[in-house]
């Protein structure tokens, strides 16, 4: 597996193809509405954040988005690569151009949750979302100022 920086890898259909297969997955609490839009702002944040690719054989199989505060805004890994080390390597290498890194995450994604505890986040502050059908959902503002456990 190669990390790779979106100057290397500048093509945002192969993330949005990633975020398409895996939204839905990590996400089922949310109205497809809320897909769509997440969508719009990914391509985005595709044009305007730096985005690290992780490739196998040169197939995209997830991706990070960074701001050059380390705000992670999205994080997604190809459904058949979870669990084997692509998140965790994305991680790294924003570590390595950030200092301190932070994002938010739905408390009801717990996959997500335990993925970043385990890698030293924690929770700074909850706040919470309404989705389009005005369901309340409760959110973590997570930050990772020290290096994380790595694994595989």
Not at 20 to 29: A, G, K, L, N, V
Not at 67 to 78: M, N
Not at 115 to 131: C, L, P, T
Request: net charge positive; hydrophobic share 40%; glycine share 6%.
């Amino acid at each position: 597996m190669h990390i790779r920086p979106q100057s290397c890898i500048n093509n945002a259909a192969t993330a949005l193809a990633v975020f398409d297969r895996t939204f839905h997955i990590s996400h089922p609490f949310l109205e497809s509405s809320e897909r769509t839009e997440a969508r719009l702002h990914l391509t985005l944040l595709l044009r305007h954040s730096e985005t690290l690719y992780a490739e196998i054989n040169g197939s995209v199989i997830g991706f990070l988005t960074v701001d050059d505060k380390g705000y992670i805004p999205a994080l997604y890994v190809d459904r058949p690569y979870v669990s084997r080390g692509v998140g965790s390597a994305l991680l790294r290498a924003a570590r390595n151009r950030h200092q301190r890194l932070s994002l938010h995450v739905f408390a009801e994604n717990v996959c997500a949750v335990q993925f970043y505890r385990a890698r030293g986040f924690v929770v700074i502050e909850e706040d919470s979302q309404i989705d389009s059908s005005g369901r309340r959902h409760r959110r973590f503002e997570m930050e990772s100022a020290i290096g994380f456990i790595a694994y595989r």
